[in-house]
């Protein structure tokens, strides 16, 4: 088992910056790629963007795309997400995730991962 918990959520003002971080620990040798999702209240849970661990590719939301950057330090099993130039519409609780070695299907559905941290909300005001 992979745990996860994120730090670094908070609230600002449109067009500010925040960085969520994400500590994994556990099984962390079976972890293949780490990921961010949020919710918004009343809507699904979307994905934010994804990192694979070992090449680090990455892959963002077209929503996300130009204003957040995923990275990873591989050393101490940390994953970042860099927010900037934020709006309103990325008010939500944004969730850390993790999915396992040999994971299928898409790395953007939520089925790819096995292991999900308790997440932290960011709020953004116009």
């Known amino acids: 088992q992979v745990q996860l918990v994120e730090s670094g959520g908070g609230l600002v003002q449109a067009g500010d910056s925040l960085r969520l971080s994400c500590a994994a620990s556990g099984s962390t040798f079976s972890i293949s790629a780490m990921g961010w999702f949020r919710q918004a209240p009343g809507k699904e849970r979307e994905f934010v963007a994804a990192i694979t661990w070992s090449a680090g590719h990455t892959y963002y939301a077209d929503s996300v795309k130009g204003r957040f950057t995923i990275s990873r330090d591989n050393a101490n099993y940390m994953v970042y997400l860099q927010m900037n130039s934020l709006i309103p519409e990325d008010t939500a609780a944004y969730y850390c995730?993790?999915?396992?070695?040999?994971?299928?299907?898409?790395?953007?559905?939520?089925?790819?991962?096995?292991?999900w941290g308790q997440g932290t909300q960011v709020t953004v005001s116009s």
């Open positions: 995730t993790a999915a396992r070695l040999y994971a299928t299907g898409a790395i953007g559905s939520p089925q790819y991962y096995q292991s």
